[in-house]
């Protein structure tokens, strides 16, 4: 079967007869069968996904079909899905079933979408590499010896590898973007409060979105127009309207990109001349593009830990051994309970968050860190506000290196922080952000670039990517 990269090339083929949703379903399991050494999945739902498939096809024959319907997705493994195990490739929740279905993933089901099974991620979505899984590392199916991105790897290599049309990931630092940028793929932020996070395992509740990474542009706007709205459940989800996308190829566009981040030690040298080249091809194409400078880079990534590291310690104490979830085998009493299970479930990374949060809150330390994190996160928002007033878009590399080693930032936890670089600004400001495939290193690795714009404006966003993508096409 041939390699699709968006739902309207298999719609096409659906209706000309010569691909149905079961042999759909078919070729992708064969394909994840086949590179299951990539780790990128945790569980199939193949008998569902086949019994769906079928659903959908009687469906398309009556005319019933939803907007969903030929799309094969997988989900990250800390989105929960009724009835099937999610475990946020933490020990802690081994076994674990989730009791209902996240309104993101409810949403896409009513349009018919088919969901193939859940993706390996760093546990509770800490993590730039895959590595932090209980599960294990994810391979770049690129260059096998090379991580994925994180924490949504295991989705990104779903994508890149063929083995799904598309998946959901989750970016609470950037785990949807550059994991995309890692492996070739668009990666989408919504902004804050666009996408319901109810149903979605709680990392950093003040930054956390669901969104999608895809092969096209098309698909990355359809899942999102569809997953996002007001939920009752999540009391931060936004009550504005979700507008729909057209396309207009001819909007010229005024972009800014802060002369910081590529000037910056630590961005690799062919990236930073792709980007210029980047940059090139932008002017060429009639866009204005002026530089600024944005002297807070270095404040982002210290503000963004603290921050994410206390909502965490918060939101983890939930896995207490107690009412789910795993529970220690010499737990006797109510505190041997709590210090043993969390003691075995939790990994390494997740402890040092849980450990560093708690410090940061604790009452000796809270003004020096959390509350001083809190008013430099206003000034990060209010900045970059100023800067989207003025700008259409903010532009940047996604990441300053293509994806690295296995192993390589493993045991340096500053080194695999600094791969945030970039992306944390746009969750820090609640903005919208995309990282889209624009190049390839001489290794032959995938180069993304990051777009970031206006609160609420995704539709502007999707234009002028989709604008960009075209000219970077077949890469
Ligand atoms: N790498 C970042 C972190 O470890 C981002 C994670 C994320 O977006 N979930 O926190």
Excluded at 93 to 99: M, P, R, S
Excluded at 261 to 290: C, M, P, Q, Y
Excluded at 438 to 460: C, H, P, W, Y
Aim: aromatic residues 10%; glycine residues 8%; hydrophobic residues 35%.
């Amino acid at each position: 079967m041939k390699r699709y990269r968006s739902l309207s090339q298999i719609r096409l083929d659906i209706d000309e007869g010569k691909v149905s949703c079961s042999s759909l379903v078919d070729y992708y399991l064969e394909r994840i069968a086949q590179n299951s050494h990539l780790n990128a999945f945790l569980e199939i739902f193949d008998e569902d996904a086949k019994a769906q498939a079928k659903l959908v096809d009687q469906k398309l024959k009556d005319g019933s079909a939803g907007r969903l319907a030929g799309m094969v997705l997988a989900i990250k493994d800390n989105i929960s899905y009724r009835g099937h195990h999610v475990s946020a490739s933490s020990k802690i929740l081994e076994g674990f079933e989730a009791v209902y279905t996240a309104t993101a993933v409810e949403r896409l089901i009513a349009e018919d979408v088919i969901i193939i099974g859940r993706c390996n991620c760093d546990e509770f979505a800490m993590g730039a590499s895959n590595e932090n899984s209980a599960y294990g590392a994810v391979k770049n199916a690129d260059d096998e010896s090379r991580v994925p991105g994180g924490s949504s790897g295991g989705s990104a290599v779903a994508v890149q590898a063929d083995l799904c049309l598309a998946a959901l990931g989750s970016d609470t630092g950037g785990s949807i973007r550059q994991p995309a940028a890692f492996t070739g793929n668009v990666g989408f932020k919504p902004t804050y409060g666009r996408v319901s996070r109810w149903g979605l395992l709680a990392y950093g509740s003040s930054f956390d979105q669901i969104g999608p990474i895809s092969r096209s542009m098309e698909d990355c706007a359809l899942i999102y127009e569809i997953m996002a709205g007001k939920d009752p459940h999540d009391a931060t989800s936004s009550l504005k309207e979700v507008d729909s996308w057209e396309y207009s190829p001819e909007k010229k566009y005024k972009i800014g990109y802060i002369k910081e981040t590529i000037e910056r030690e630590g961005i690799d040298s062919e990236l930073k001349a792709h980007f210029n080249e980047v940059l090139d091809g932008l002017k060429a194409d009639g866009h204005e593009i002026e530089a600024v400078s944005f002297p807070y880079l270095d404040y982002m990534v210290p503000c963004y830990y603290v921050l994410t590291t206390a909502e965490a310690s918060s939101n983890l104490s939930r896995y207490s051994g107690m009412l789910y979830g795993h529970r220690s085998s010499e737990a006797q009493d109510i505190d041997t309970t709590f210090i043993k299970s969390r003691s075995e479930g939790f990994g390494e990374e997740v402890k040092r968050r849980i450990m560093t949060g708690t410090f940061v809150l604790s009452a000796d330390y809270y003004d020096a860190y959390y509350t001083k994190a809190q008013k430099v996160r206003r000034v990060i928002q209010n900045e970059s506000k100023a800067l989207l007033d003025k700008f259409d878009f903010l532009i940047s590399p996604t990441t300053p290196t293509a994806a690295f080693k296995l192993g390589e930032k493993a045991s340096d936890p500053i080194q695999m922080y600094l791969a945030d670089i970039y992306t944390v600004q746009a969750p820090l400001a609640g903005l919208p952000a995309i990282s889209i495939p624009t190049g390839r290193t001489k290794d032959g690795l995938a180069i993304g670039t990051q777009v970031m714009g206006n609160s609420f404006e995704e539709k502007k966003l999707f234009n002028f990517c989709k604008q960009v993508l075209e000219s970077y096409e077949n890469l």
